[in-house]
């Protein structure tokens, strides 16, 4: 559980700004509040005098629990997907749960052009922001292969895996797994 402070834009990531909240730090949050003796908000005498000093006590170690972490996340370059293209999607979700459930052939006439149409639709919304993309590119040639590659999802990292657990030990050498993988062929 997290709460989004702030998003900054980055040419092919968004930068997030969020505070780290888990049940780790909900519970030493709550621990130290409790171990907090509260005695100038009970003593006090002015409610604006107790009220600034619970807050200060309050957001002292609200902060200290829960800091500020930046997030990287790449973003969806799918802006063809419009808003009518997601209501059809869902549409065709809840007409196949209605068929499959059904052996009527009007009903399967039906589905097989409302998915025709559909895709019909996506393929040129894609075409129209593939379009779009092309007109105002400073480097044509440059923009068609970055279109041509994000097709297939070739655009894509390659995440390897960093760790493996072998006989209850994270291993991150890559060396050591390997050798435990060829062991474990030959056995």
Known sequence: MSVTAATHNVK????????????FTIADFLLKLSHETWASVFEG??????????????LRHFYSNFPVIKVNKLLNH????????????????VLYVKLRN??????????????QILSKAIKEAK???????????????????KLIN????????????QSLI?????????????NAFNNHLKT
């Open 150 to 161: 994000k097709e297939p999802g070739k655009d894509c990292k390659n995440y390897r895996f």
């Open 127 to 145: 075409r129209m922001e593939y379009d779009r993309h092309i007109l105002n590119s400073n480097n044509v040639m440059r923009t068609l292969w």
């Open 102 to 115: 059904n052996n009527n052939p009007i009903w399967k006439n039906y589905f097989k052009d409302y998915c």
């Open 78 to 93: 799918n802006s063809w997907i419009t808003s009518g293209i997601q209501t059809s999607c869902q549409h065709k979700r």
């Open 166 to 178: 072998i006989n209850g030990r994270s291993i991150t050498n890559h060396q050591i797994i390997a």
């Open 12 to 23: 092919d990531h968004c930068m997030f700004y969020k505070r780290n909240i888990n049940q």
């Open 45 to 58: 005498n002015d409610v604006n005098t107790i009220f600034n000093s619970f807050l200060n006590t309050f």
